[in-house]
């Protein structure tokens, strides 16, 4: 009787169909990676990584034999995307340590020294050289595709470009002879990625990760060799426009805005959903100070937010190692980040505000109110900057109605404010100075978290706008009254300078635009002046000239309270004082603009308006000054 030796091919051919069965199995599971919803998708993936881990141990369970490596290999390139595809960057590094050990365990006599522990490029380089160009070759350069995922997805940048020429070869030897030797059996394992296009991937993101880092730099000549480079890559559409898009970041870093805006526009048209392009050509258009395009943008930016896909940009690539996972950098991803649909559309409301198109303002104001009182707040996400509160909302929106001349509706926002704020107001306020790190118009909070200080002026800035409807109405009696209510709020305040006691706040002691005390001596002398001028309306030249007198001192750059007191100075025959007080406001340089103030703290268009060619005759016929 003969004695039967062993056999390896039959288990090899059992081990080779197990991971076949596997990869066939994920590929009609993921139908193509488009049917699958996120989680379901993060249970196959897990279920996968644990069976192709599960046969690699079978496999692993024997000494390594050069027959078996191949396979063994390929099972760990497939267990290994699979990690990576979850981001278990560990557990898939430690796989790819323990299998290129055991290459070298084959290929060299002695593995006493263990480079890997001080020195993963020496270790890398060693594999490579150990496997020159034999039949595992292909397996190893697929080991090392993943390795630089994972550097890619971790952020280790420096150690892809240490390790660069290396990583860059690896891309040349797939693409031509060594990949063509890897498969020649339709017995031969199957892969559950090709490797080709994972280096393709690869290699362009890394080049736009480099281009974002060296770009946060300061390096701008440097990143935008690097995307040149990287846009004539085969890669999906969204990769290609990225890198027009850093590339206009970089040119506009350098001064070039014109060429930057050339560069959004070839972002766009590679891919519509690149909305960051949109974002960055807006900003441009606002520096170089073309408000209708910065609008026109806005417009076209809120719009493409709020399309359904739009909100969560689904990047192209393959079902498992996406562009998202290896493109993780902080600096690439505050480079593409951009702010919520509502953030976008209170800018784009503001902004027409501001620039004369007042019915689109308030049109764009209405809907951003509603958006924010219905529960489906489309286009909000984490880390978008903050919206303004609730109240200082409704105020914008009606002085917006105000100067849309559309009174009723103003009023009804100003009830909503103070209805939901006037209970709540402290008997006295003190407002300290704030410290030289705090930016402007940064409030502290009381212990129990509501912003005192931002209630009384919101409230106090309610009864002002309901004053400016009144004197849109020409019903001075109820202006006076609602400009005596806000005035008689802001009185409440005390301002404490560090080292004295509260006082009352003047002028004088304005620091910083926006802050808390340049906003109530501006509501103080707005509120002076809306009063003084309804006083004038009604003949009461004395109490007019108190109130206007009081309120260029508590706002010197009031304009209109400057030529109204003339006005009344001139009525009560106080001429020579009264041609001084003109000259004098005409002849004033505001200190700032009031395009950084919330519009309700403009000065009123509401009141009536006094003629200047009129003034400056009188002063003329007059005679000279002395």
Known sequence: MSIKTFQPLPLLKIWVQENNELVNKWKQQVGGGDTLGRDQSQTHLRCCSSEFHKLLRKIQGIPPLADHTQLELTVVYNACVCFTAQSQFSEAELLLKQSTERVLQVHSSSTEDDPAASDPHLFWRTVLKSVGNTALAPCVLRLLCLQWAIWLSTCQLKTIQEFQNELMSVFERLSTEVWDKGRKSSDDPLLVMDPRKLVELLQICTYIAQGAESLSEGQSSEALSALHTASSLPAPRTLIAYTHLLSGSCLAHMGRPQMALQCYRKALETDRRCVCALYRSMLIYRQLGNTQAEIQALRLLHSTLMLPSATEPPLAGTPLLSPSLLLRSQSLSSMLSVPSALSILHNLALKCVLHGRVSEGVEYYLDLLAALQSEDQHGMHAGSPPLPRLPELYLQAGAALLMAQRPADCVALCDEVITTTLELLPERVVLEEPDEECEAGSRALSGGGEDRVGMLLWTAAAYLLQGHCDTHLKDWKQAVTHYARCFNLLVKVRFKKRGFKPQIPSADMVGKQGTDLCILQRLKGLSLAG?????????????????????????????????????????????????????????????????????????????????????????QELGPLL
Do not use: K
Not at 536 to 550: K, N
Not at 556 to 568: F, I, K, R
């Open 531 to 619: 009063r003084g001028i309804s006083f004038t309306q009604t003949d009461q030249l004395r109490e007019a000239l108190r109130d206007l007198q009081l309120s260029l001192q508590a706002f010197p750059e009031c304009a209109t309270a400057g030529l109204w007191c003339g006005e009344v100075l001139w009525r009560l025959g106080r001429r020579r004082e009264a041609a001084a007080c003109w000259e004098n406001t005409w002849s004033f340089t505001p200190q700032s603009s009031e395009e950084s103030l919330s519009v309700y703290l403009h000065e009123t268009q509401s009141a009536p308006q006094l003629d200047s060619m009129e003034l400056r005759r009188r002063i």
